[in-house]
């Protein structure tokens, strides 16, 4: 069953998504060579006690630590750890809150110092990927439209969309329905009705969309090696198309 939300639970949801938002930027204004993703970890769970905030990921099915940090090949749901990274890397942040009894969600993949062109383009086209998407958020448009448009924006670009993992509903729980995926058919799939709010959220592999999942149970990796970004926003469908309530800037 999909959660409608009426427009004051949407208030409530810009609060916490506003919350993320805030969060991601100061973490994007500490990732330089040589902070370690503990230290990210760090940060987000600190700010996140100033706000009055209580960080969505820590303790979800056991995952310890706040913020998820995947550098490079990893996809998704990377452990913050003690290594530093390196100029040339690049890293993935997803941190998520509840505020005010509702979720927010939201990921970024970061440069770390001066990066290759290739990577570059994966971080651009990944992102872009994400607002191709959300472009296709509007009453009477279907979850196919938002799905297929990430695929075509993404494959058409020479890079392969993750399958195994999706974006999905959020509101008063981390994961709501519907279920999100970054692939898909125009015109098919449930539609679309003001109140609803959706984590999209592509993950784009520099080569094979093929992943694994490491022996910590966690974190998710290319099985070929090559570079993988991950953009997300949480998104309201509103009367009149949609608004990111987790917008950066
Ligand atoms: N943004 C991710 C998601 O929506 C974060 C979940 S990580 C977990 O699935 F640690 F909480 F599982
Ligand atoms: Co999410």
Redesign the pocket.
Known sequence: MIILKSSREIDRMRSASLIVAEILIGLRSLVVPGISTWDLDYFAASMAVKRKAKC??KG??N?PSSL?CSPNDQV??GIPNKNPLSDGDIVSL?F?VIYDDFYG?A?ITLPVGVIKASAERLLKVTEESLYAGIEMVAPGNRLGDVSSAIQNYVESRGFSVVRDFVG?GIGRA??EEPQIPNYGVSGKGVKLRPGMVL?I?PMINEKSHEVRILDDNWTVVTCDGGLSAHF?HTVAVTESGYEILTRIN
């Open positions: 969505a990921f979800y099915h995952y998820c998704v749901h997803d998520g969600d990921a999905h981390l994961h984590a959220e997300e």
